[in-house]
């Protein structure tokens, strides 16, 4: 079968198109993934999202992504970047709808370890959800690959009211600041997630879009 270059998981939650645009505007050739079977495929995976925490969840499990999400990332050691939602589902827990489900957080995928809990749990005094252009800040002394060739305190475009919690600083890449540092990139090995949305950052979410399909 035919290899992919990146797959885009569709498992009914999140801007799938948008995602797909902005790939081929930057010179490769996505795929829509509507079977997990597809994903043994792809050299490399995004993993977007938009909504509750705990649904998609159930929806990744109960379709089988789960499973299939885990053996690429983990096994095949194939790269993956979640996109909002999609970068909080690669946490340990999250708690946002848990309790429709009998629960009091929901397991996620368990990429990077951490939480994902409310802003204003987290101590944001600033209005949620958080909306519009925000700056986020990294250290450039330290070389990340997915921020090559963009500078600290460029803006891109946020969508939430939900944050990673990290368990290890140095699985943080980049941060905001809305009332106090939050979140904004996470990273390990072949894992990375953005609480933006590059498809919707203008150039600087294009260029970091390129960066990991050249990773």
Request: charged share 20%; glycine share 10%.
């Amino acid at each position: 079968m035919t290899t992919i270059d990146v797959g885009i998981v569709n498992y009914g939650i999140g801007n799938i198109r948008s995602v797909e645009q902005s790939i081929l505007q930057i010179g490769y050739k996505p795929k829509i993934l509507s079977n997990p079977n597809l994903i043994c495929n792809c050299n490399k995976l995004i993993l977007p999202g938009v909504g509750n925490f705990s649904s998609a969840k159930n929806i990744l499990d109960k379709n089988g992504w789960s499973k299939q999400i885990s053996d690429a990332v983990l096994k095949k050691r194939i790269p993956i970047l979640g996109i909002c939602l999609g970068m909080q589902l690669l946490a340990h827990y999250g708690y946002e709808g848990a309790s429709e489900y009998g629960q009091d957080k929901t397991k996620g995928l368990g990429f990077i370890g951490g939480e994902i809990k409310h802003l204003k749990t987290m101590g944001c005094k600033e209005r949620v959800p958080h909306m519009g252009w925000n700056s986020v800040f990294w250290d450039e002394k330290i070389n990340n690959t997915i921020l090559k060739g963009i500078k600290s305190g460029t803006d891109f475009y946020f969508v939430h009211s939900f944050v990673y919690e990290a368990e290890n600083k140095d699985e943080i890449v980049a941060e905001i600041n809305y009332s106090k540092n939050f979140i904004a990139i996470v990273s390990k090995n072949n894992i990375w997630g953005t609480q933006f949305h590059p498809e919707k950052s203008s150039s600087a979410g294009l260029k970091l879009l390129k960066n990991f399909m050249e990773i």
